[in-house]
């Protein structure tokens, strides 16, 4: 951790800079140009200045004091972090605590001067703090980028060489992709198309990175004519092939760094098709200052959502391969724990090591968790080498671990009995068991949405007044970002008109129940969407599941079953049992087959 | 059916006087000022000038022509209607006829007037065709009222007295009301508020009226300030006691025709709440011409779904009261049909008949629907006594009817087995009452929304392919309308923010099954959201029946129910005997033992 004493120098000379400048307020979010859901240290600009490593923040800083934002998952850590910097922790959503836009208002007076950094911001929250000044009479700098002056050691952008996704993988080429978005772009009218967010350019171009852990992506914009392509990446990332490869499908590239001036001085001849839920606030406001914008969802957002018989058949292949990892997880797991020393970090380590040996192993998907009862109700635990607990022989192990593959980017998660469990801990597994398996097969009618679905899986958990704070499933990547939209199952919002779940989207099924200071359950398998059948009422969808990994029989307590989840859970295990037992021999079969016995 | 000669000459009335007035096209639609859902005859002008009796109408008119948009329910009675007036059926959101908005685009030319009576018009309807008109550089006269002017023996506007209802009735005050609405008002920001819904200010004052057939309320506005009310009315409905009542709570009276001119010279001192999903077009625009509109839901419309213990005890009351007398009538129809000639008609007549012999009752809720197996799949079937299907004594009876009563207004459907059934018509029937009592019987956390209960209710017919084209449940009033907001349990459109179900709501739970040129099923209870438990996870909801009517035992395939489907469908049928046993003697009581026997 930074020093309080450091921190504080760093709000100094941000101080000293303000004042030189003529600012009133400075406002900094933890986001990047391309709003990523994880992003590179590079953009770290808000953990720079405040110390505070939380990914939701905004930090405000005036002549005297600073304002620190963030959500009900870092009250904790963040807290801890601030303390003796000076820096007032504003807990988001708090009695009493005003929103950021609020504190615009208030603090602002008319002729003051508010600058931000439009480019490392989203495009929505640099257009509600605008307006939150505006309307105080303030003036807004929108190309205030603090770090860039003021940043001692600030670490380089990332710049690792791109590969090709070869077309038997991708299953398209880019230029099939280009020639779908453009003929998206000529139904809604638009002339050109800014994607700004790195999924959707790997998804197009069909290129992979590693600019940012776990997802395979580079950072990059792209910019889409009627005939051109433009794709704006470092230097360095584009070795001889990948430069030969985008002659040929005729993306004409320039430096990352140059994209702001290029389209400044670009002249576009119709409408530009920008997502301003996928763009910084800089871009949105420049384009829009240019040309006339049509700011629509990226078509490759819905595109890429729905896999092609290619990505669906190496999806298959690799989530059955992860799966019989897990499994040997967890059967090793059931063995180790009471023998030898196992803690959270040795058995993720454990976890790591059987993905990471499987042929076609690119990367994890994201950073296992692996937390041992109490340790599991917290949202977002973390164990390190130092602080993890020792597991010990009863209780419940949750791990959510994904990796990966040169076919696949996967998700799971099971809660491993490690001994005996409390009546309490059997009833909360057991439900949270029907709610996965409920949501797995359910089927439904095409237009069916994620909160719909949600509800499904909910269900036998409300029954006992149980809930989790946390969406039931997440859109995933194909050897890309594990977390991607459009779906996503969860409660009902209204924040947002939502996707309707379609054929070839594979989501994640996670449902969980978190006892404080206790124990944490989560069961999440992956769900590909499939056509079930078609009638003289319409296209019904089912899930085929992808996750292929045993649930805990010992912590299945019938009682809370109906007689209808209990068949699907023998189903379950049954496709289980079919579909690993030939990854397994001797001892570790012989439990395979326990471990899925009928109920 | 006005003759198609008649049609004709009325639109050559309307073109002349088009011409004098120098109008290039007409557009009329089938609503009243008051956004209501039945209207009365008096506000037919769509009807006057089409002979059309659809109730969603568009009609357009130029020098030559006549389009006339309506939707799939209306297709064929529609182009039966039309045929040989000269004017063209529109069949909405058929392939290549273009909307409404996309007709006016295409047909206005720069300086043609469009004219359109915005009093007779939705606010939401007036505003898009306005946009359309103005974006073909069209002029738009929106006071436009040919009726006025040309319809001959136009039925005059009802006038019949309203009544009081009775504190011990409506459970609240009309002070109190008021004084909640007035707080709202402030917490907004109002200082005027204009109510056009009329069973909102049938609610608001405590009156009821009987100008709109089986919708309790008359016809007024009402325009709300911090310390005055003024209530618009015609003077025939307000007798002396009435009078003598405004007089106490302190609303004063105004002839109902002066609303406009009223408010046109009325000094708003501050923000006026109007609610443009409850309004005309011609207030929303007269009211933002003179103040600053808050267009938000009327804060009735909450309230009122809210059920307050008055409410639910009477209500409670009136649906056992009502139950016994359908269960009577499904006892008289078995016994009847295959004996004595029962037509649709004379069923219906009958159901009516026990319906109006319970004391309280003050009115049908809505004209019955009785229809025989083919005619019962067809969406807006009514008999008549000339039309009417005889009953035989095979296959389902569907019978859908309510009531208005002194303490309720109800609605139940029930699909009536006559005789022997098909394997498909069983399975049909099975999968509908799981559907019926799996939302019945559905415990969900307080947020829940009508759409996510939806999949709950279609989740055992969609295993099957089976889906049915209407809402599953719909908002029901208390001594009002049969049909009110803002819940709906129906699939997500993403139209519009959705309200989530709240306790003391009254909602319909009606799936169905509907096999074109076969039969039709429909079950319909009534269920009152209540709160069900608080937990360390949050406050949980369920429903209590009001409805108690035996379902078809002999209609139940138990291959089609899950072994948690058949305790509900017993459960209920437990509850129903217990709750309906006293209303029955002999064989009465025997049969209806026999009809809840546990399966």
């Not at 985008?246 to 994209?259: A, D, G, N």
């Amino acid at each position: 951790m930074t020093s309080k004493e450091t921190i504080r120098k760093r709000l100094e000379m941000l101080r000293a800079l303000m004042a030189k400048e003529g600012i009133r307020l400075t406002l900094m979010k933890s986001t990047d140009p391309h709003a990523s859901e994880y992003i590179c240290d590079h953009f770290k600009v808000t953990e720079y200045f405040s110390g505070c490593t939380s990914d939701n923040v905004v930090l405000i800083t005036d002549a005297v004091n600073a304002y620190l934002w963030t959500d009900g998952r870092y009250f904790i850590s963040a807290a801890n972090e601030l303390m003796d910097t000076g820096i007032t922790l504003m807990r988001m959503g708090m009695k009493g605590v005003p929103t950021v836009e609020a504190f615009l208002k208030k603090e602002l007076q008319p002729g003051d001067v508010l600058a931000l950094d439009g480019r490392n911001m989203d495009a929505s929250s640099g257009a509600k703090y605008r307006a939150a000044a505006e309307k105080a009479g303030a003036e807004v700098i929108s190309n205030f980028d603090a770090a860039e002056e003021l940043w001692v050691g600030r670490p380089e952008k990332p710049q690792n060489p791109v590969w090709i996704l070869p077309e038997e993988l991708a299953g398209e080429s880019a230029d099939s992709r280009l020639a779908r978005i453009r003929r998206r772009m000529e139904e809604e009218g638009a002339k050109h198309h800014i994607v700004s967010s790195l999924d959707d350019i790997a998804w197009i171009l069909n290129i992979r990175g590693s600019d940012i852990a776990c997802c395979p992506v580079c950072l990059a914009y792209l910019l889409i004519g009627a005939e051109t392509a433009d794709l704006f990446i470092q230097k360095g990332e584009v070795d001889q092939e990948t430069a030969e490869y985008f002659r040929q499908i005729k993306v004409k590239t320039h430096e990352y760094e140059e994209v702001f001036s290029y389209l400044e001085n670009y002249h576009f001849e119709g409408a530009v098709l920008v997502d301003s839920g996928h763009s910084s606030y800089e871009m949105m406001r420049l384009i829009s200052e240019k040309a006339e914008v049509l700011d629509l969802p990226n078509p490759s957002l819905a595109m890429k959502a729905r896999k092609n018989k290619t990505e669906v058949e190496n999806s298959r292949h690799y989530y059955l391969l992860d799966s019989a990892a897990v499994t040997r997880f967890i059967y090793r797991m059931k063995n180790k724990v009471g023998h030898e020393a196992v803690t959270e970090y040795t058995a993720a380590c454990e976890m790591d090591r059987l993905r990471s040996e499987i042929p076609g192993f690119l990367d994890l998907s994201f950073g296992t968790i692996s937390a041992y009862n109490a340790n599991a109700a917290m949202a977002h635990y973390q164990a390190s080498e130092e602080n993890a607990a020792t597991v010990g022989n009863e209780g419940f192990l949750l791990v959510d671990s994904g990796g990966q593959y040169k076919g696949a980017t996967t998700d799971v998660t099971r809660t491993i009995a490690v001994g005996p469990l409390s009546a309490e801990m059997k009833r909360d597994y057991t439900l949270t068991a029907a709610a996965n398996l409920r949501l797995m097969y359910s089927r439904f009618k095409k237009g069916t949405t994620g909160s719909q679905l949600d509800l499904i899986a909910r269900s036998p958990l409300y029954e006992y007044g149980i809930d989790y704070d946390h969406g039931t499933g997440h859109g995933i990547g194909y050897i890309l970002n594990v977390h991607e939209g459009p779906q996503r199952i969860g409660k009902y919002t209204g924040n947002a008109k939502e996707s309707p779940m379609e054929a070839g989207m594979i989501t994640s099924d996670e449902p969980g129940v978190y006892r404080e200071n206790l124990y944490g359950i989560r069961i999440e398998s992956i769900l590909l969407c499939v056509e079930d059948c078609e009638t003289e009422f319409g296209e019904f969808l089912r899930f085929d599941p992808l996750t292929y990994v045993p649930l805990e029989r010992d912590a299945i307590d019938i009682r809370y079953l109906t007689a209808e989840d209990r068949i699907l859970l023998n189903h379950y295990h049954e496709e289980v049992r079919a579909k690993l037992s030939g990854f397994f021999t001797g001892e570790e079969r012989k439990w395979l087959i326990e471990a899925t016995e009928e109920i």
